[in-house]
């Protein structure tokens, strides 16, 4: 953990082991054991610890593990609010990153629309999620929680003799309570990416 996004989570949870909240355990929420706290993150079992952030069998020093850090730093004891729901353009001072969230569910997703149709199912499962709200819109829908306070809505537009196939990503209202805005940026990106390992890409 010598990179610097290491040293980064390690200052993290320096600090939050040195001021360590007596209700973190429930505004993750998560289930604490001695000094370690379990819950899901991006589609895995999450572990934060002392000395590190695991999530599966691995420990991330990488920037999913700087976003469990920051977000176990800001918990609090607000609840998930999911609608209505926002682009990422709604929250406030999100305008330098814009085009950071904009492109990954674009990019990333967009080719392979057809395979993530397929495997709805089992991608809903594995993030705690659920079928997207009717007034998401598209061909298909789904709400997915890279964190357990953080939902997202993935909305689908499949390609037709006209158009290509399309994604947008959409924030649950109070996104911004849990993580800075330029975080949520990151959210959105990696659960991209989860979802793309998740299909084999």
């Known amino acids: 953990m010598s990179d610097n996004y290491g040293r980064i989570v390690q200052d993290n949870l320096r600090q939050l082991y040195g001021n360590l909240p007596i209700d973190l355990s429930r505004n993750l929420p998560g289930k604490q054991v001695g000094k370690q706290f379990y819950f899901a993150a991006f589609g895995e079992k ?69 395979k993530i149709k397929k495997a709805q199912q089992r991608i809903v499962k594995t993030f705690s999620g659920g079928k997207g709200p009717s007034e998401a819109g598209g061909d298909f829908s789904f709400i997915l929680y890279p964190l357990p306070k953080i939902a997202l809505c993935y909305i689908f537009y499949e ?19 849990f993580m800075p805005v330029s975080g949520l940026a990151d959210v959105s990106e990696y659960t991209s990416r989860q979802i793309l390992k998740f299909i084999g890409h």
């Open 46 to 114: 999450c572990v934060i610890d002392p000395k590190g952030i695991i999530l599966g069998e691995e420990e991330y020093a990488s920037v999913l593990g700087l976003i469990v850090s920051v977000y176990a730093l800001i918990a609090n004891s607000e609840n998930c609010v999911l609608s209505p729901l926002k682009s990422f353009k709604e929250f406030p001072d999100s305008a330098s990153h814009a085009s950071a969230s904009a492109m990954p569910s674009s990019k990333f997703l967009r080719p392979h629309v057809a």
């Open 159 to 177: 390609a037709d003799d006209d158009f290509p196939a399309s994604v947008r990503c959409l924030y649950s209202n109070n996104a911004n309570q």
